[in-house]
């Protein structure tokens, strides 16, 4: 299955578990309106995703005169993706890492720590900058904003829900034609966010890969994205960078330690097999 296909189907998955849940409230006009506040909070985080993310990363913009290799390289990229330059921003930490933000190609933020800049060479940071700019060309940021709209809906009606069933909203605990079955309204309240959850975060980890294959059609070297990810994930289990984990999922690599359950609850896919496929890519450049 393709990146584009899974996360078509991942997306199909999370809007069906909303409707199920729509269902199992028994109140479509309920569903409405948290839909509606949901969609409203995260279309304003997306329209400010730039600005928030670089707060919450703890980076700040740069201009020419303070980072002149590093905005010669992005503008280099950007010219090779046939994209507008996008701002630079810089993280003052030794954890090499780096990320892309921003609503649109337009409105593009690339960021990239001081670790990162002392360990890659030329040609791997601009595999790593090609990942980055892959993400702004396959418009990733808009389909999180759109996976996190639904996830948020239905984490917002599970909890709802719950109170509703704490204070009897369910048709006063009765299992009838005009009340909801309150076992079925307990098991989505426990496992309906847990779904989302897990659905997002396989999002997540497919537009990586895809990220990775736009990014090595990019600079026409999958090798060099390959040699920095290895680079980057032995660098960052030493030093991790103490970031917000809500934007952990937007880093080339997981900037955070922890346990993965599997993989399951990984923001980022196996660092292996995104190697693997790099150097297995039958490369056709797009420049």
Do not use: C
Request: net charge negative.
């Amino acid at each position: 299955m393709t990146n584009a296909l899974k996360t078509t189907v991942l997306l199909a998955a999370l809007t069906a578990l909303l409707i199920f849940i729509g269902d199992v409230l028994g109140g479509r006009g309920g569903m409405i309106l948290f839909f509606g506040i949901a969609v409203v909070m995260n279309l304003g985080a997306y329209w400010f995703s730039g600005d928030i993310a670089l707060r919450m990363a703890g980076a700040r913009e740069v201009s020419e005169e303070q980072a002149p290799e590093v905005h010669q390289i992005v503008s280099e990229v950007a010219t090779y993706a046939r994209l507008p330059k996008p701002r630079v921003a810089i993280i003052d930490s030794p954890s090499p890492n780096a990320f892309a933000t921003g609503r649109d190609a337009n409105h593009a933020v690339v960021a990239v720590t001081t670790g990162i800049l002392g360990i890659l060479d030329r040609d791997e940071l601009m595999g790593v900058l090609g990942h980055e700019l892959g993400h702004v060309r396959n418009h990733d940021i808009l389909i999180s904003s759109v996976a996190a709209t639904i996830a948020g809906a239905i984490t917002m009606l599970a909890n709802v829900a719950q109170w509703a069933l704490i204070f009897g909203g369910f048709g006063g605990g009765r299992d009838d034609d005009n009340g909801t079955n309150p076992f079925a309204a307990l098991l989505m309240i426990i496992f309906a966010p847990l779904a989302a959850t897990l659905i997002q975060l396989a999002i997540s980890r497919s537009r990586e890969y895809g990220a990775d294959e736009t990014g090595a059609r990019i600079i026409g070297n999958p090798d060099a994205l390959a040699r920095a990810l290895e680079k980057l994930e032995m660098a960052s289990s030493v030093r991790p960078l103490p970031v917000n984990p809500a934007v952990a999922h937007m880093f080339i690599v997981n900037p955070l330690k922890g346990v993965s359950f599997g993989g399951l609850f990984s923001t980022h896919p196996p660092l292996e097999e995104r190697i693997r496929r790099l150097r297995a890519m039958q490369l056709s450049t797009i420049h």
